[in-house]
């Protein structure tokens, strides 16, 4: 990378403060096939790389006192919470602390937004209002959401763990819902709900094993 940057009109008349970088190939030219003299080429440049990180979108955090802060949705409320950052971009932030992977957190949240106010959810692509309602919590073994309000005519999930011995255990959800418009919603969205619906779990299911398993490695205080 050049030590200087230079200025260049664009060919809107814009003026631009350019560094020239010059980069040279891993390989050697003669397995570079798909590239020759004077070709326009796009590259991806990585400054940082890091493993099992947990990202978070910049316009989630805002500062609360001396310190990062996001909305959290718990329980179908939204819960302020501080975090650590450990380096950030325009576009998302490396999280220390705070923040467990898969939590779902308030994008660009307005002034108006408390801790505990209640949160709603716009799904699909016509961002349909969904209101769920946690119920029947019991800490360490289960709970149930029940829509209050949204799409299907009756939406149930039922996240019970089942013990698997003194340190292990099954995440198990138990899912039942109803289309309105009965057999005619049941045609028109039933194959597609539960195609997503099991890409959605396995997602879950497997970002919560390895929350897990890097929990397990870590050294305990």
């Given at each position: 990378?050049?030590p200087a940057a230079?200025?260049?009109?664009?060919?809107?008349?814009?003026?631009?403060?350019?560094?020239?970088?010059?980069?040279?190939?891993?390989?050697?030219?003669?397995?570079?096939?798909?590239?020759?003299?004077?070709?326009?080429?796009?590259?991806?440049?990585?400054?940082?790389?890091?493993?099992?990180?947990?990202?978070?979108?910049?316009?989630?955090?805002?500062?609360?006192?001396?310190?990062?802060?996001?909305?959290?949705?718990?329980?179908?409320?939204?819960?302020?919470?501080?975090?650590?950052?450990?380096?950030?971009?325009?576009?998302?932030?490396?999280?220390?602390?705070?923040?467990?992977?898969?939590?779902?957190?308030?994008?660009?949240?307005?002034?108006?937004?408390?801790?505990?106010?209640?949160?709603?959810?716009?799904?699909?692509?016509?961002?349909?209002?969904?209101?769920?309602?946690?119920?029947?919590?019991?800490?360490?073994?289960?709970?149930?959401?029940?829509?209050?309000?949204?799409?299907?005519?009756?939406?149930?999930h039922v996240h019970?763990?089942?013990?698997?011995?003194?340190?292990?255990?099954?995440?198990?959800?138990?899912?039942?819902?109803?289309?309105?418009?009965?057999?005619?919603?049941?045609?028109?969205?039933?194959?597609?709900?539960?195609?997503?619906?099991?890409?959605?779990?396995?997602?879950?299911?497997?970002?919560?094993?390895?929350?897990?398993?890097?929990?397990?490695?870590?050294?305990?205080?």
């Amino acid at each position: 990378m050049e030590p200087a940057a230079f200025t260049k009109v664009s060919a809107l008349g814009v003026e631009e403060q350019r560094v020239n970088v010059v980069l040279d190939f891993a390989e050697p030219l003669d397995k570079v096939q798909t590239i020759g003299d004077g070709f326009r080429v796009e590259a991806h440049i990585v400054t940082f790389r890091a493993e099992d990180a947990i990202k978070a979108p910049v316009g989630a955090l805002f500062r609360h006192g001396k310190d990062w802060a996001a909305f959290v949705v718990e329980d179908g409320r939204a819960r302020l919470r501080s975090v650590k950052l450990a380096r950030r971009n325009g576009a998302e932030a490396m999280v220390e602390g705070g923040l467990a992977p898969g939590e779902t957190v308030v994008v660009y949240p307005s002034d108006a937004l408390e801790d505990g106010a209640r949160v709603t959810f716009r799904v699909g692509p016509v961002g349909l209002l969904w209101v769920a309602e946690h119920r029947d919590t019991i800490p360490g073994r289960q709970f149930r959401d029940v829509q209050i309000r949204g799409p299907f005519r009756h939406w149930e999930h039922v996240h019970r763990f089942l013990a698997d011995g003194p340190d292990a255990c099954f995440l198990l959800d138990e899912i039942t819902y109803e289309f309105p418009l009965g057999w005619l919603g049941q045609m028109i969205a039933g194959k597609y709900v539960r195609r997503k619906l099991e890409r959605l779990f396995d997602w879950r299911h497997r970002v919560t094993a390895e929350a897990f398993e890097r929990g397990a490695e870590s050294p305990r205080g």
